[in-house]
């Protein structure tokens, strides 16, 4: 394969399937940072995501350019509408992310994750539900299986199950609080 077709390949590749995905999801979620613990989560949804709208871009400019031209159209360098189309959604989406602050060192002001009563952490707060009630199962197993003999344990383990029992109504109560109208 020679260099140019390779470059061509290379840069029709990264056109088609990243490119207009990565300016739209940065426009569209100008908050989000590849910084901090979050950072690893954020950047595989963040490729995800410009996976699967540049597939649907490329369809749907695909489609607009088909329907729109009574030949068709080639998808190729030779015909290059399908690439001109993308690279204006990129540029007009990079543009738009770069105005709402997407690609400033700090996130901007006017958009905080979790400001709204409601979106406070909720996959965190499910997370945790989903540990507690995990860890109450199993404290509920250890009692059926300790001796009825061994009055000490028993105790125990009552005790800690009725703490987590405490823990997951109150973090329901938190939860229902947070979505009340």
Sequence with gaps: MDPVALVQAVAGGVLLFFLPGYAVARAVFPERRVRGPTAVGWVLEL???????????????????????????????????????????????????????????TPPPGHRIGADPGTA??????????????????????????PASDADRIAELTADRDHVVAEEERLRQRREADYEL
């Excluded at 159209?73 to 399908?82: C, T, V």
């Excluded at 993308?86 to 709402?100: K, Q, S």
């Design 47 to 105: 490729v995800a995501l410009a996976f699967v709208l540049s597939v649907v871009l490329t369809v749907v400019v695909g489609y607009v350019l088909l329907a729109g031209t009574s030949g068709g159209f080639s998808a190729s360098w030779s015909d290059p509408r399908l690439e001109v189309g993308l690279a204006a959604i990129t540029l007009v989406a990079f543009v738009a992310g770069w105005l709402e602050g997407a690609y400033a060192r």
């Design 121 to 146: 952490r909720p996959w965190e707060l499910s997370d945790r539900l989903d540990r507690l009630q995990r860890e109450r199962i199993g404290l509920e197993r250890r009692l059926r299986a300790t």
